[in-house]
Structure formats: structure tokens, C-alpha cells
């Protein structure tokens, strides 16, 4: 079956940096895009950024653009979520996100927490 498994995620002070990671099982990776998403308290999920299947092609919630950089990894199908210059607002949880077969998949979730 299909797993998503996030890891990396912590307390960092403003500015910090930070990198999650998402391992995936269950599918044919390499075939398919790779999203992170977050939620925060009281807040909706949103999307952060997403990753075609060959990683060719990249987005970014305008939030984070020009400071996290997504990845992906094939071979070890793994996608990644680099995070730079951290502020408060990028507190949330982080979750990993596929759609196989018209079936949505979630990690766990991470938890990031940047303090001021």
C-alpha cells in the first residue's frame, strides 16, 4: 500500500533552517508528482510547493518562494523540502502528499515551529 513517511521537522529560531524529508513506498515513485503541504492552528491546509514526477518543473506557494526549494530523489524515492530563512508564520505541521490513481495520499506530518 501507499506510504508517505515525513521526517526532519523541529524547533528552529527565526532565520533557522530547516530540511524534511518524505519517504515514499507502495508505488511506482518516479511516475507521479510530489507535494508538501502545511497546516497551521486554527488555519487550512495549503499547499507549499509540488514537484513533477521527473522534477522538472517546481511551485511555490508565494509565501515561501524564494526560500524553500522542493526536491525529489528517484532512485531513493525521497522528496525533499528545504527550508531557508525560517520565520514564526512557517509554523505548522508538514505533510507529504500524492494522488495515485485518483486517490489522495498524506503522511503523518512533521512538525515545524519557529520561534522569534
Known amino acids: 500500500q501507499v506510504q508517505l513517511v515525513e521526517s526532519g521537522g523541529g524547533l528552529v529560531q527565526s532565520g533557522g533552517s530547516l530540511r524534511l524529508s518524505c519517504a515514499a513506498s507502495?508505488?511506482?515513485?518516479?511516475?507521479?508528482?510530489m507535494r508538501w503541504y502545511r497546516q497551521a492552528p486554527g488555519k487550512e491546509r495549503e499547499l507549499v510547493a509540488d514537484?513533477?514526477?521527473?522534477?522538472?518543473?517546481?511551485n511555490y506557494a508565494n509565501s515561501v518562494k524564494g526560500r524553500f526549494t522542493i526536491s525529489r530523489d528517484n532512485a531513493k524515492k525521497t522528496v525533499n523540502l528545504q527550508m531557508n530563512s525560517l520565520k514564526p508564520e512557517d509554523t505548522a505541521v508538514y505533510y507529504c502528499?500524492?494522488?495515485?490513481?485518483?486517490?489522495?495520499?498524506w503522511g503523518q506530518g512533521t512538525q515545524v515551529t519557529v520561534s522569534s
Open positions: 514537484i513533477s514526477y521527473t522534477g522538472g518543473t517546481t
Open positions: 507502495g508505488f511506482i515513485f518516479s511516475n507521479y508528482a
Open positions: 502528499h500524492t494522488r495515485v490513481r485518483g486517490v489522495n495520499y
